[in-house]
C-alpha cells in the first residue's frame, strides 16, 4: 500500500506561482509513475501530469503545457508540480495519484490540496 501526502496549495492572484509537493511512503518499491489531478468545483476530475520513475518520461495536459512543470526527487519520494502564470481556471483540489504498474491505472491517491487562484 502507497500512501501520498500534499502540500504546497494555496491562494495566488493570477500570473503567480505554486508548487505542490507529493511525498510518497510505504511499498514504493513498486511504483511505476506519479501523476497530479485536479477537480473544479462542480467539475469531473481531470488529469494534469504524469511523471514515471525510470527515464523519466513526463505528460501534460493541453490546458497546462508550458505553464506547469512535472518533476521527481527520487531519494526524497517526491514529486512536485511547478505551476506558473495560473489563471482561473487553474482554481481546483489538486490529487497526487500513484501508479504501480503501466496500464493498470492510479489505484493510490492523496488527500487533496486546493489551489484558488483570484482575479
Known amino acids: 500500500q502507497v500512501r501520498l501526502v500534499e502540500s504546497g496549495g494555496g491562494l495566488v492572484q493570477a500570473g503567480g506561482s505554486l508548487r505542490l509537493s507529493c511525498t510518497a511512503s510505504g511499498r514504493i518499491f513498486s511504483l511505476y509513475a506519479m501523476g497530479w489531478f485536479r477537480q473544479a468545483p462542480g467539475k469531473e476530475r481531470e488529469f494534469v501530469s504524469q511523471?514515471?520513475?525510470?527515464?523519466?518520461?513526463?505528460y501534460y495536459a493541453d490546458s497546462v503545457k508550458g505553464r506547469f512543470t512535472i518533476s521527481s526527487d527520487d531519494a526524497k519520494n517526491t514529486v512536485y508540480l511547478q505551476m506558473n502564470s495560473l489563471i482561473s481556471e487553474d482554481t481546483a483540489v489538486y490529487y497526487c495519484?500513484?501508479?504501480?504498474?503501466?496500464?493498470?491505472?492510479?489505484?493510490?491517491w492523496g488527500q487533496g490540496t486546493t489551489v484558488t487562484v483570484s482575479s
Open positions: 511523471i514515471t520513475w525510470s527515464g523519466p518520461k513526463t
Open positions: 495519484a500513484a501508479a504501480s504498474a503501466p496500464g493498470t491505472g492510479f489505484d493510490a
